[in-house]
């Protein structure tokens, strides 16, 4: 089974910063796949926050983190990675990574579109 586990979520005032880690094991094909980030807040669905493709040359943002945020990966490691800068109480949720279903060479935005998620972290921005 593909696993993938999220670490790095916490507390932080408005206007600080978190990185976020994903670290996948159990596909061979790692770096041939889509990566993504997605948010979900308490009574919400899930929200597509940003994602990146098999290479890495190609990236792709929700508007509300667009200049905030900076998504990337390490195919040698098996990692995805979310810079979190200046963040806002808004951003409060929990963020899940998620790996495409399909060998792709762009960024999908939908849930369906990805196969694999992690359990989650939070992250909590206070005022």
């Known amino acids: 089974q593909v696993q993938l586990v999220e670490s790095g979520g916490g507390l932080v005032q408005a206007g600080g910063s978190l990185r976020l880690s994903c670290a996948a094991s159990?596909?061979?094909?790692?770096?041939?796949?889509?990566m993504a980030w997605f948010l979900q807040a308490p009574g919400n669905e899930r929200e597509f926050v940003a994602g990146i493709n098999w290479s890495g040359g190609s990236t792709y943002y929700a508007d509300s983190v667009k200049g905030r945020f900076t998504i990337s990966r390490d195919n040698a490691k098996n990692t995805v990675a979310l810079q979190m800068n200046s963040l806002i109480p808004e951003d409060t949720a929990v963020y899940y990574c998620?790996?495409?279903?399909?060998?792709?060479?762009?960024?999908?935005?939908?849930?369906?579109?990805?196969?694999?998620w992690g359990q989650g972290t939070q992250v909590t921005v206070s005022s």
């Open positions: 159990g596909r061979l094909t790692f770096s041939m796949y889509p």
């Open positions: 998620a790996a495409g279903r399909n060998s792709v060479s762009y960024v999908p935005t939908a849930p369906r579109d990805y196969g694999h």
